[in-house]
């Protein structure tokens, strides 16, 4: 499993807070390691608290309160599920900001069962008002989309995950709130969410065995949608496929579904690949679990001919 | 007419008017937050965000009454905010808002909340070095939330030594799942504690004046013990009253006690 994400979060945490007083980080006893860098230059503003996380998330209120940019990282479940009434009372609803910056999501702890997966983190988030869900699938995604973010007083969810999509991007693609055509196409869109992009480019050359030429759309920023870009291309499409580690509910999906009804004159025909409405009870590599919930170029020539 | 019984008829009479409220949780901290504002706390109610102010947080949201009477003593609300709490367009609800009322530092209400963040600005004044101090107001009840406890031993691992937690005692636990001991438990973790009656404003404002902030220091807890629904007899100890509104007649006894 490769960890260059993480790798990029603490090389950021050092990169900004020696030019930035202002931030500071708290972690619930992860990373504690890598962020060494960070912890060295900057120790009155480094606190590895423990493991108590609402208590680090509703901590972190206070020092927002008093004009710090906190970032608080540890396990997404323990952060999203766990201290979900935190992130709502003291920081939606108070407006403060907070910088969420979570590593594993989904199935990514793939080996560690249900309590350390987290697929139903968009669903919970998008309903507070304010907040922002950054979702990098490369090192150089999450050093400038944290950039653009950490300081602006909202509350922001960086879900960073353990697998890089690979796909090299030119550093001013990469924008806050906006979604990227990674290749262009004519009769299908298919938009892609973190390392998901890379299953997605992998069924170009299959999918256009059987005649259908995709687009690709990857997402960095989850919410806010960038509905300007999906649109367009569903206008041309009129076929959409969205591939998203999340489950069923709450998802991506959902609100491209959404985007579509909202919009008048739009006839498109959808489909998604998702977790399902289920817990993962098996175990494995993250690639085996891809595997299992069809999460691979087969399974989306498939999905594409049968539904779509 | 003594201030505290003023205070306390006050209270009733905004709960009885917008038929919300929790008197005995009010009465509770009558004499806490009178010693706090009248004595302590550093503050400029016309400038309620001035950088010099002392952070002060009702962890406690439901007994905002109290705080909303003296909030409105010191100059920080109008008597027209009071007369107008619970009706569409006042900024005075069920629990503090932050968002709406001068002066209330954060919106508390779900309990082990505003311990927490009043823990974390107690951390980020250390961080700027700065001699503000930070003073929370719990429940008894509120410490059967894990918050708390995570607090304790955080703000204690951290030498938050500019932060002080005010414990209500008031007996509103003890009925479903006491929490003995309060004051040895607080020790344990390795807090400076004290005990007081927290009907005695002498006696708090002499714990008060004599506790050193320090930024790096043991963290201090108070344990106040209060009498729910304190002031008025009938009301006094009466669980039946928790969230209760009184009816005319009701009131009207208050009153007759009070004045």
Redesign the interface.
């Known amino acids: 499993m490769s960890n260059l994400i993480r790798q990029a979060f603490a090389d950021t945490m050092l990169e900004v807070g020696q030019k930035d007083d202002n931030l500071?980080v708290l972690i619930g006893d992860i990373s504690h390691f890598i962020l060494q860098p960070f912890a060295k230059k900057c120790p009155?503003?480094f606190?590895n608290?423990?493991i108590?996380e609402?208590?680090i998330v509703?901590?972190?209120?206070?020092?927002?309160?008093?004009?710090?940019y906190?970032v608080v990282h540890t396990i997404s479940p323990f952060i999203i599920e766990r201290a979900l009434?935190?992130i709502k009372?003291?920081f939606g609803?108070?407006?403060l900001g907070v910088n969420l910056v979570t590593v594993g999501s989904a199935f990514d702890y793939s080996m560690l069962g249900c309590t350390h997966h987290c697929y139903d983190d968009f669903a919970l988030l998008k309903n507070i008002q304010g907040m922002e869900i950054i979702y990098p699938g490369s090192p150089i995604e999450f050093n400038l989309l944290f950039k653009q973010r950490y300081n602006n007083g909202l509350p922001t969810y960086f879900r960073l995950p353990a697998v890089t999509h690979d796909v090299i991007f030119k550093k001013e693609q990469i924008k806050f709130g906006k979604g990227i055509i990674v290749k262009v196409g004519k009769n299908l869109t298919i938009i892609a969410l973190g390392p998901q992009l890379k299953t997605a480019m992998s069924s170009v050359a299959p999918l256009k065995d059987t005649g259908i030429d995709a687009e690709i759309i990857y997402l960095p920023t989850i919410k806010p949608l960038d509905e300007k870009l999906i649109l367009k291309s569903l206008a041309k499409t009129k076929k959409c496929l969205v591939i998203e580690e999340h489950g069923k509910y709450g998802g991506v999906n959902d609100d491209i579904l959404r985007l579509i009804a909202d919009t008048p004159g739009m006839n498109v025909r959808c489909g998604s690949i998702n977790i399902g409405d289920k817990f993962i009870h098996e175990y494995g590599s993250y690639e085996d679990h891809c595997r299992g919930l069809g999460f691979t170029p087969k399974n989306i020539v498939k999905k594409v001919k049968s539904s779509l | 007419m003594d201030k505290n019984k003023n205070l306390r008829l006050r209270i009733a009479e905004i709960i009885y008017k917008s038929g919300e409220g929790h008197i005995p949780s009010a009465y509770s901290l009558v004499e806490i937050l009178s010693v706090l504002y009248g004595e302590f706390l550093k503050f400029q109610s016309k400038r309620p965000d001035w950088p010099g102010r002392d952070y002060f947080i009702l962890s406690k949201g439901h007994g905002c009454a109290a705080l909303y009477v003296i909030l409105e003593q010191y100059g920080f609300i109008t008597k027209k905010d009071l007369r107008g709490k619970g009706q569409p367009g006042s900024i005075l609800g069920g629990h503090p808002d932050?968002?709406r009322i001068p002066g209330v530092?954060?919106?508390t209400g779900?309990l082990?909340?505003g311990i927490?963040?009043?823990?974390?600005?107690?951390?980020?004044?250390k961080?700027?070095r700065?001699q503000n101090r930070v003073v929370v107001l719990i429940g008894d009840g509120e410490s059967n939330e894990?918050?708390v406890w995570?607090?304790a031993?955080?703000a204690a691992?951290?030498k938050l030594g500019n932060f002080l937690v005010i414990v209500d005692e008031n007996g509103s636990t003890a009925r479903v799942l006491p929490v003995p001991e309060m004051d040895k438990k607080w020790a344990s973790f390795g807090w400076e504690v004290y005990n007081v009656d927290g009907h005695s404003e002498k006696n708090i404002g002499k714990i008060l004046s004599k506790l050193k902030f320090k930024l790096n220091g043991k963290p201090k807890v108070i344990i106040a013990h209060t009498i729910k629904g304190k002031g008025v007899s009938f009301i006094e100890g009466d669980s039946a009253w928790h969230s209760r509104v009184p009816n005319g007649e009701e009131m009207e006894n208050i009153r007759k006690e009070l004045l």
């Open positions: 500071v009155e503003r606190y608290i423990g108590c609402q208590t509703n901590m972190a209120a206070g020092l927002s309160k008093v004009g710090f906190p009434e935190q009372v003291d609803y108070q407006k | 932050a968002s530092e954060a919106s779900s082990g909340h927490v963040t009043a823990m974390g600005i107690a951390l980020g004044l961080i700027k700065k894990g918050t995570e607090t031993l955080v691992n951290l």
